[in-house]
């Protein structure tokens, strides 16, 4: 019986808002056979009644734990059916926690983009104030558990092929099933 081929580590995308973290998981997935892109916001917004913004102490941060811990086991049934996996997600204090005991084990790369790039890209899509944004760009730079940092401040084709080298250069991870 021969083993199954490694398949590559869930790859989790974080930085701050703006940094470009959906362009970047689309573009990686539109070079692939076979990739999910998991958005944790997504996830996240399946609360409807009680959700509260994943920043906001209490049930906020729980709700946000409680998102990351349902994406990395998305991300790791996709992977056991053959499925490559991105993850997109604001890594915020306990939740770093989460991916990194998670039987997921994703590859994470920070996507770094100075507080200004930050507030002109996040401007777009209005829905944090100036203040959240702040200090979400201010936790999310010291964020733990990350392998690898990218500047997000070039063309998105520039930090995609970023990207793309450091997930080919991840070790890959064997399915335990």
């Not at 959906?22 to 917004?45: F, I, N, Y």
């Not at 994703?106 to 209005?126: H, K, Q």
């Amino acid at each position: 019986m021969t083993e199954p081929a490694p398949l590559r580590r869930p790859l989790l995308l974080t930085g701050p808002p703006g940094a470009g973290k959906s362009a970047v998981a689309a573009a990686l997935a539109a070079g692939r056979a076979l990739c999910a892109v998991v958005e944790v916001d997504d996830v996240r917004a399946l609360v409807r009644s009680g959700a509260v913004d994943p920043w906001r102490p209490g049930a906020g941060e729980a709700q946000h734990r409680l998102a990351a811990v349902q994406a990395c086991l998305l991300a790791a049934s996709f992977t056991a059916a053959g499925v490559e996996v991105v993850l997109c997600d604001v890594v915020r204090g306990p939740v770093a926690e989460v991916y990194r005991t998670s039987t997921a084990a994703p590859f994470v790369v920070a996507l770094r983009v100075p507080l200004a790039v930050s507030r002109e890209r996040a401007a777009r899509t209005p829905r944090l104030t100036p203040e959240e944004l702040h200090a979400l760009h201010a936790e999310s730079a010291v964020a733990a558990g990350v392998a690898a940092e990218v500047d997000a401040t070039p063309g998105q084709g520039e930090v995609t092929a970023a990207v793309e080298a450091l997930w080919a250069a991840a070790a890959p991870v064997t399915p335990s099933s």
